[in-house]
């Protein structure tokens, strides 16, 4: 099945630097990858929609310079949390959907996530 | 908008018992689907259902939509005790073609005692 990684599964640093998350579809292309973020017993909020070869799409609310993304390839996107604050820390959830437009599809495939805690 | 909000945001119940959640949206969906959240852990897909269909299984599972109630319900039978883990439901919208981000429900934590 469609599998999804993320690296790295947890990662503590220290408030002013800056942490890349890694997302990556092991056997499938996927031209869009979504990032998520997770604060403990909630739900998860849709960050940002990144595509391949273009810039992020990001909801409102969330700070594109921030939250650097880039989607290199089409099979790896990354998330950099850039002068990371200790309010940053979270569960940082990425999705990929095996081809763009399959409506009813399989749903999105995810990743393990990545906890982050800065100090 | 909120969309997808589950009830009940917890839910303890005896091995073996079947286990019900709901969920409620409220704009136009193409599909919706529920996952699956274990501790800490990413999200498993369970089950998807298009805007035009009302029930759909899958093993344990059940699930059911309402679009003109705009809610949908999640059914676990004969409960066991590695069910235990929290359950969302998720919808995209209709223009998305299935490749929109995902808004997510405030979730079910579902425990089950042995």
């Known amino acids: 099945g469609a599998v999804v990684s993320q690296h790295p599964s947890r990662v503590i640093c220290k408030s002013g630097t800056s942490v890349k998350i890694e997302c990556r579809s092991l056997d499938f292309q996927a031209t869009t990858m979504f990032w998520y973020r997770q604060f403990p017993k909630k739900s998860l909020m849709l960050m940002a929609t990144s595509n391949e070869g273009s810039k992020a799409t990001y909801e409102q609310g969330v700070e594109k310079d921030k939250f650097l993304i880039n989607h290199a390839s089409l099979t790896l996107s990354t998330l950099t949390v850039t002068s990371a604050h200790p309010e940053d820390s979270s569960f940082y959830i990425c999705s990929a959907t095996p081809i763009p437009g399959l409506a009813g599809g399989v749903g999105q495939f995810f990743g393990p996530g990545t906890r982050l805690t800065v100090l | 908008s909120q969309q997808g909000e589950e009830d009940p945001q917890a839910l303890s119940i005896q091995e073996g018992e079947n286990a019900t959640m709901n969920c409620s949206y409220k704009?136009?969906?193409?599909?919706l689907q529920w996952y699956r959240q274990n501790s800490g852990r990413g999200l498993v897909h369970l089950i998807l259902?298009?805007?035009?269909?009302r029930e759909k299984h899958s093993g344990r599972l059940r699930v059911t939509l309402d679009t003109s109630k705009k809610s949908s319900s999640l059914l676990i039978t004969a409960s066991r005790a590695a069910d235990t883990a929290s359950y969302f439901c998720a919808t995209g919208s209709p223009s998305g073609g299935g490749a929109d981000g995902l808004t997510f429900g405030k979730g079910t934590h579902l425990i089950i005692q042995p």
């Open positions: 259902i298009r805007s035009n269909e």
């Open positions: 704009t136009s969906i193409n599909n």
